[in-house]
């Protein structure tokens, strides 16, 4: 693996050091398609088969959104005439305030997450696209065992007075009773984040219970990843600089086995 990524970066110079030939067993013509079929067949899966006959590494197989690449998916691309791109280039991946605010909450009692996500006005896009930019995040060992006062005080201090447009908490995590409470935990984080003066458009802070189907989650999330037909911008856009928890993530969830 390391070869082929270091062939890869290589491929782009005029006298690479390294290069990669790829010889599939598929390939080879002096085989008939029943020694193929029969060497092939001994593996179970999809997967180990084109590992087998192509090369191919089954861990990048395996990646729950292979789509994704970190450059093709950031928000401020350097050269690019896109809008959105300047205008957060020029604030530093900071969405002006002008720009749809929602913050959503993965309530883990040993690793919480934030993200903090910015709809662009629709007269800065292409028209009939659409575009969710991850601007900054609250994860990893930053709030490891924080519960809703402590998380609450890091989104203030990252939010600042402007208010969102909508809250979202895990509706798994958020409905259930935690550890020495008799309420829910999405509303000891309300009372929490209402504390430290964190409010919604409309006023007091509420959340919308996130979608429990986590295979509808994860292919509606694949398919944001995909250039939409009128650009060849992708739905989600990240702020790879302030969202490095959120980047590894996407590039190293793997399926269940």
């Known amino acids: 693996a390391d070869l082929t990524e270091r062939a890869l970066k290589e491929s782009t110079k005029e006298k690479p050091l390294v290069r990669e030939t790829v010889i599939a067993l598929s390939d080879n013509k002096t085989i008939d398609k029943e020694t193929l079929d029969e ?28 789509q994704f690449d970190e450059y093709q998916h950031q ?9 959105v791109s300047k205008i957060l280039r020029e604030s530093g991946g900071i969405p002006p305030s002008d720009w749809t605010r929602e913050l959503i909450i993965d309530p ?10 910015a709809i662009p006005p629709s007269e800065l ?33 990252k939010a600042g007075a402007k208010p969102f447009h909508r809250m979202i908490i895990d509706y798994q995590a958020g409905r259930q009773h935690g550890m020495g409470y008799d309420t829910r935990v ?29 295979g509808g989650r994860i292919g509606q999330l694949q398919s944001w990843l995909h250039p939409q ?16 928890n959120l980047v590894k993530q996407l590039r190293q969830y793997k399926k269940s086995a």
């Open 186 to 214: 999405m509303d000891n984080y309300r009372r929490a984040l209402k504390a430290c003066r964190v409010h919604l458009e409309t006023g007091t802070p509420y959340f919308t219970e996130g979608s429990n189907d986590v």
């Open 229 to 244: 037909p009128f650009t060849e911008l992708p739905k989600l856009r990240i702020v790879r600089e302030r969202c490095p």
């Open 39 to 66: 060497a092939l067949g001994m593996f179970s899966t999809v997967e180990e088969r084109r590992a087998r006959d192509k090369g191919e590494y089954v861990t990048e197989l395996l990646r729950m959104y292979p």
């Open 108 to 117: 883990g009692h040993q690793h919480p997450g934030v993200l903090f996500v």
């Open 75 to 83: 928000a401020v691309r350097d050269g690019d005439p896109d809008e």
């Open 125 to 157: 896009l292409i028209p009939g696209s659409e575009t969710y930019v991850v601007y900054d995040e609250l994860a990893g060992e930053a709030v490891a065992r924080h519960d809703a006062d402590m998380l609450a005080k890091k989104i203030k201090e």
